[in-house]
């Protein structure tokens, strides 16, 4: 099974300011034949179902802020969001969804404001 | 819109079987896999399997072998989950998922979850 490990497990962030997270899968999750990442971000807010962010590592899902980016390659990756609002308190996962099944996820990052 | 909608919440006794349903609309219910993902109380997200409602094959994670089973009604347009031999150990909010494209496993959307509780 592809092993997703994500870092850090949580970090606080001013307002207006930089927040990153980390992923890194145990194998490439780039297909050589169509040159695409499988792999996805997800929003959890408390109570609520995750939110898909972002698809192919860097394609955001249609209505998703733009302050939300992804990028990487192979094996390492990263969500960025450019300028950090209340409203995206939140824990964050990555998904790997390469070739076949089991679809693994990492640990999850926790994201608060400082 | 693209929505599923999931069964209410269930307490069931050690040793029993709970049955979680999700149903589907805004969307052709047979194009899509439905994939089920559960999340114990402040822990992390564990995909539990995926189930195509156009044959209705499924597939599951090693760890739910033999325990659970998914499956569809077409007619309806609901997928359903059901884990047997329950433990306190399965007490977690359960979530359906759509695939998020034919062929690809994203996940969009999901289901507001369906909170499965296990206590004698």
């Known amino acids: 099974d592809i092993v997703m490990t994500q870092s850090p497990d949580s970090l606080a962030v001013s307002l207006g300011e930089r927040a990153s997270i980390n992923c890194k899968s145990s194998r490439s999750l780039l297909y050589s034949s169509n040159n695409k990442n499988y792999l996805a971000w997800y929003q959890q807010k408390p109570g609520q179902p995750p939110k898909l962010l972002i698809y192919?590592?860097?394609t955001r899902e249609s209505g998703v802020p733009d302050r939300f980016s992804g990028s990487g390659s192979g094996t390492d990756f990263t969500l960025t969001i450019s300028s950090l609002q209340a409203e995206d308190v939140a824990i964050y996962y990555c998904q790997q969804y390469y070739s076949t099944p089991p679809w693994t996820f990492g640990q999850g990052t926790k994201v608060e404001i400082k | 819109q693209v929505q599923l909608v999931q069964s209410g919440a269930e307490v069931k006794k050690p040793g029993a079987s709970v049955k979680v349903s999700c149903k589907a609309s805004?969307?052709?219910?047979?194009?899509?896999?439905i994939n089920w993902v559960r999340q114990a109380t402040g822990q992390g997200l564990e995909w539990m399997g995926w189930?195509?409602?156009?044959?209705?094959?499924?597939g599951y994670a090693q760890k739910f072998q033999g325990r659970v089973t998914m499956t569809r009604n077409t007619s309806i347009s609901t997928a359903y989950m059901e884990l047997s031999s329950l433990g306190s150990e399965d007490t977690a909010v359960y979530y359906c998922t759509r695939a998020g494209s034919p062929v690809h496993n994203w996940f969009a959307p999901w289901g507001q979850g369906t909170l499965v509780t296990v206590s004698s």
């Open positions: 189930m195509n409602p156009n044959s209705g094959n499924a």
């Open positions: 805004g969307y052709t219910f047979t194009s899509y896999d």
């Open positions: 192919w590592a860097s």
